[in-house]
């Protein structure tokens, strides 16, 4: 009999800390109820095929090809639940000429700042290795799954396999021995309520392409750019204490400031458009508050654009695309196989 496993994973959003969390400073994160769903069965003609809606490359892959995926150097690009894939069966300690086959759904828009990516990797991992009855726990997954994005985005902060993972708010910082800690952060009623999440665009480049925009940056600019990752940081503290203790009201008033200290912070290590920099200025101006909530972009869109509406309505661009959703959603979880 075929064995067979599905789960679900839900995108991701940065309240606060992007980019600065590569280099150790902490990030506010929180799970979005778009999900991305896996579904595995072990069996079918060796190595691994991928069908269903995944923006990703679908059809099959020879065991020889996922092999020299997994041993290949640069990006797996479109192939990234092949080498998800790949790196849990080698994890698994399968055959050589195992056999999966995945089925990919998602409502996880890629290229957005949702944590596409990440959602891939820790459901095809998950998925892959419940169908193969090998028990896993969450550290087993996210490690594999950040030997995934790591292939993917050169230098990941690990925020997001963690916040996909794991559901829910959490706040995020590596410690001095350089591993990622991540505990919990329970939000007083009504404080993530009000934040929207709007898509501005597609960037035209890469999270890795960014990542290492601001790490050429950062060695060129190294009193700036250092200067704005720490007003990044602050305001993330602040806001950590505002998010889960401060009453609802009192909540909104403090986080406008935050959020347009981050932005500004944002803008000064340059991943944030002219356009969508713009559009800001003109929230702020209402009474609002908005910022990038992940990689940003510097040509073309933002990706994701958190936003704390002014009172009187939100002047946000027509072409951007609000998301129906809410945050602090559940982490991984096992579905029933259709």
Request: hydrophobic residues 50%; charged residues 15%.
């Amino acid at each position: 009999m075929t064995a067979e496993a599905a789960v679900s994973v839900p995108g991701k959003a940065i309240l606060l800390g992007e980019h600065a969390a590569v280099y150790g400073h902490p990030a506010l994160v929180t799970a979005v109820d778009l999900r991305l769903s896996v579904t595995a069965r072990a069996g079918g003609a060796p190595g691994v095929s991928v069908t269903g809606t995944s923006p990703f490359r679908t059809g099959p892959l020879s065991p020889a090809e996922i092999d020299d995926l997994r041993r290949s150097t640069g990006s797996p690009g479109d192939r990234l639940a092949y080498l998800a894939a790949g790196v849990a069966l080698v994890r698994s300690g399968a055959a050589a000429d195992a056999a999966i086959e995945l089925t990919i759904s998602s409502e996880i828009p890629p290229g957005s700042g949702l944590g596409s990516s990440a959602a891939l990797a820790v459901g095809v991992i998950a998925a892959v290795l419940a169908a193969l009855r090998i028990p896993s726990d969450a550290a087993t997954i996210a490690r594999a799954a950040k030997e995934v994005e790591t292939r993917q985005h050169g230098r990941p902060s690990g925020v997001d396999v963690e916040a996909v993972l794991r559901g829910g708010t959490m706040w995020c910082q590596r410690t001095a021995g350089g591993e990622l800690a991540c505990v919990p952060v329970l939000p007083a009623p009504g404080n993530l309520a009000r934040l929207e999440l709007y898509h501005a665009g597609t960037p035209v480049e890469s999270t890795g392409e960014m990542v290492a925009a601001v790490a050429s940056r950062l060695a060129a600019e190294h009193g700036p750019v250092r200067a704005a990752m720490e007003a990044i940081h602050a305001a993330t503290r602040e806001a950590r204490e505002v998010i889960a203790a401060a009453p609802e009201g009192e909540a909104r008033a403090r986080l406008i400031p935050l959020l347009a200290r981050a932005e500004a912070a944002l803008e000064a290590l340059g991943v944030v458009p002219a356009h969508v920099a713009a559009a800001i200025r003109g929230i702020e101006a209402a009474g609002g508050a908005a910022k990038v909530s992940g990689a940003g972009g510097r040509a073309g869109g933002a990706g994701l654009v958190l936003v704390l509406p002014p009172e009187t309505g939100v002047p946000v661009p027509a072409s951007w695309t609000r998301l129906a959703c809410t945050l602090g959603a559940p982490g991984l979880r096992e579905d029933v196989a259709a």
